[in-house]
């Protein structure tokens, strides 16, 4: 039997915990032969994800560097991807989401005549600048794509509206949530020797993550002073922050929070399973990460969306998100509310999941199938 050559290209962290299940499903399938090729835009935040999920890589490019910029990013992957293909000739390329990555390696298999399946397809904030670069990203990566994953109607609706035809549309679920649920475990220990010393049932823990671009600078600095400040005024909050490890976040995070080591800790990013398994537990989750706002509503958790806008509606809609902004009185006002009044907090905890029911890798699994068999 004639294989089906699928090649799974990927570079940062969220990018891999979204592709593992995939990978999975693909390596273990005998109508696939099964390629992956990282790019490493991430590099640690990556290979701990690898590491979890037993991924071997075929393929290395082994990108990142120390204060690279995006056109440093978009070079290398175009370069090094469109390399591999030409090794591989895959029938098709797999790219995720909307990062330096996924557009430049949809781009390299377009100039190569190969059809992209774009998988997390049809997010959209309406917003080129915001947030930034991933709208562009993602709605570029959309014009050179064949097979388009949506995880919602929603996303399906925004790709119609932008003239792709529907044939070419298939709404799958998100594979955060495959990947979720195969590492949420009631019973989990952590290993994370902090994380073990939290008094998870006594004390209101805030998990705190933040590392969009368009948060660098002022917003970043109020979404800390209003940390501070909720610290200062709760004195049964303590803070969780995983921090990324982007140089410039960590040494802003250092400088603000020095003073704060017994209430506000601050550690290195966690493996997926030790992060998946503290939103469980934590009381309220603050953050400006995509994933994070579709990981929550299925773990019935509080979400502070230190955000402008969100492409991602469905969870504001499903009440465990909330739109908070970069601005530091209003962050201390939502966030107060929800430490302090029962039924607003409760309110937000009714576990109504928009983002699907763990299957979308053998749905998107046997599209491909499909259309290439
Ligand atoms: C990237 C993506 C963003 C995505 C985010 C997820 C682009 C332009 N940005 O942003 O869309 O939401 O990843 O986290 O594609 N670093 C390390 N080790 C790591 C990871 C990062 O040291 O494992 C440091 C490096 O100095 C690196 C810097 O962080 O240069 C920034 O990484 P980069 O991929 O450029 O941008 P992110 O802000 O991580
Ligand atoms: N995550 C993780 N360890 C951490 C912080 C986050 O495994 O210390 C996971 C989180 O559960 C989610 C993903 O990383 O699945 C989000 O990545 P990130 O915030 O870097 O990117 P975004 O989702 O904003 O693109």
């Known amino acids: 039997?004639?294989?089906?050559?699928?090649?799974?290209?990927?570079?940062?962290?969220?990018?891999?915990?979204?592709?593992?299940?995939?990978?999975?499903?693909?390596?273990?399938d005998e109508r696939f032969d099964s390629i992956v090729c990282v790019t490493a835009q991430h590099r640690e935040m990556l290979d701990s994800v690898l590491k979890m999920f037993k991924i071997k890589p075929?393929?290395?490019?082994?990108?990142?560097?120390?204060?690279?910029?995006?056109?440093?990013?978009?070079n290398k992957v175009l370069k090094g991807v469109d390399e591999i293909i030409k090794i591989c000739n895959p029938h098709i390329v797999l790219v995720h989401g909307d990062t330096s990555t996924t557009f430049n390696a949809a781009l390299a298999a377009f100039y190569n005549k190969v059809p992209v399946g774009h998988i997390e397809a049809g997010l959209r904030s309406y917003d080129m600048y915001s947030p930034f670069p991933e709208e562009g990203n993602r709605k570029l990566t959309g014009v050179i794509t064949t097979l388009h994953f949506a995880p919602t109607k929603t996303n399906e609706e925004n790709l119609l509206f932008e003239g792709i035809n529907k044939e070419k549309i298939y709404v799958t679920g998100n594979t955060v949530i495959d990947a979720l649920l195969?590492?949420?475990?009631?019973?989990?220990?952590?290993?994370?020797i902090v994380l073990n010393n939290i008094d998870f049932e006594n004390k209101k823990i805030i998990l705190l993550t933040t590392h969009r671009r368009e948060n660098w600078g002022d917003p970043m600095k109020n979404i800390f002073n209003a940390i501070?400040?909720?610290v200062n005024r709760n004195k049964d909050v303590e803070v969780v922050f995983p921090m990324h490890k982007n140089p410039s976040i960590r040494e802003l995070a250092y400088k603000y929070f020095n003073e704060y080591k017994q209430r506000i800790h601050l550690i290195e990013p966690l493996e997926y399973v030790e992060f998946a398994n503290l939103m469980a537990k934590v009381h309220l989750i603050m953050t400006d990460s995509g994933g994070i706002q579709e990981e929550a509503p299925a773990l019935g958790k509080p979400v502070?969306?230190?955000?402008?806008?969100?492409?991602?509606?469905?969870?504001?809609?499903?009440?465990?998100?909330?739109?908070?902004?970069?601005?530091?009185?209003?962050?201390v006002n939502v966030a107060d509310k929800l430490i302090n009044d029962k039924k607003a907090y409760e309110s937000m905890t009714q576990s109504a999941n928009p983002y699907g029911d763990g299957m979308a890798c053998s749905r998107i699994v046997e599209i491909i199938a499909e259309n290439f068999m």
């Open 304 to 331: 502070m969306v230190l955000r402008t806008e969100t492409e991602r509606p469905e969870a504001v809609e499903s009440g465990t998100v909330k739109l908070a902004g970069v601005e530091k009185d209003r962050i």
């Open 58 to 74: 075929q393929y290395d490019l082994n990108i990142m560097a120390h204060g690279q910029t995006i056109v440093d990013i978009s």
């Open 182 to 192: 195969s590492v949420v475990d009631r019973n989990h220990v952590f290993e994370e």
């Open 228 to 230: 501070i400040e909720l």
């Open 1 to 28: 039997m004639k294989k089906i050559k699928v090649m799974s290209v990927f570079g940062t962290r969220p990018e891999a915990i979204k592709m593992a299940p995939l990978v999975k499903v693909l390596e273990n």
